[in-house]
Antibody, heavy 120, light 107 residues
């Protein structure tokens, strides 16, 4: 069974940093592109970042470019999101998501989400 | 970036109704469009991929159509468990933008 489990969320002050993790199991993690998607309280879904299976190709939404860094460790079946210079508008539930085909596509598996709250 | 616009934002309907949600892209995305259902406190669930392909395990009352810039999600006979928020997502470009969502409410 495919599982994605996020961790690392919490309360952080504006300007602070946080590192999210996503542990994948039940599939060949190293073969799949992986993604982060967030959802602010009461708002819609926002794609945040993608990383190719090898880690060599990375994309970011303009809203996080220069502040967030996506990475992965295929030996640990894990995906990460390093979030720096956090702002109140980064408050959201952060989901990791897997595409239904290894290289690209719609997201057939999602984690349960981890809540990040940026507040003083 | 490609912008995705859904309509309506909210839809009131009754059990058994036929429901249609529209999603428009700011430029052609061919058929690289997905539809998701989300219930409160839960992760989104994939319903439709590549504009019209039904994800495994999704009831056949859900269907998708369209290509280019205009797409629709249709629920042929609304069931109680279908009251939720629905999102479209384009994956034609690296920036996988979502629509703003359509909330389907009980009339």
């Amino acid at each position: 069974e495919v599982q994605l489990v996020e961790s690392g969320g919490g309360l952080v002050q504006p300007g602070g940093s946080l590192r999210l993790s996503c542990a994948g199991s039940g599939f060949s993690f190293s073969s799949y592109e992986m993604n982060w998607v967030r959802q602010a309280p009461g708002k819609g879904l926002e794609w945040v970042s993608s990383i190719s299976s090898s880690g060599r190709t990375i994309y970011y939404a303009d809203s996080v470019k220069g502040r967030f860094t996506i990475s992965r460790d295929n030996t640990k079946n894990s995906l990460y999101l390093q979030m720096n210079s956090l702002r109140a508008e980064d408050t959201a539930v952060y989901y990791c998501a897997r595409p239904r085909t290894p290289n690209y596509g719609s997201y057939d598996y999602w984690g349960q989400g981890t809540l990040v709250t940026v507040s003083s | 970036d490609i912008q995705m616009t859904q309509s309506p934002s909210t839809l009131s309907a009754s059990v058994g109704d036929r429901v249609t949600i529209t999603c428009r892209a700011s430029q052609s995305i061919n058929s690289w469009l997905a539809w998701y259902q989300q219930k409160p406190g839960k992760a989104p669930k994939l319903l439709i991929y590549k504009a019209s392909s039904l994800e495994s395990g999704v009831p056949s009352r859900f269907s998708g159509s369209g290509s280019g810039t205009e797409f629709t999600l249709t629920i042929s006979s609304l069931q109680p468990e279908d009251f939720a928020t629905y999102y479209c997502q384009q994956y034609d470009s690296y920036s996988r933008t979502f629509g703003q969502g359509t909330k389907v409410e009980i009339k």
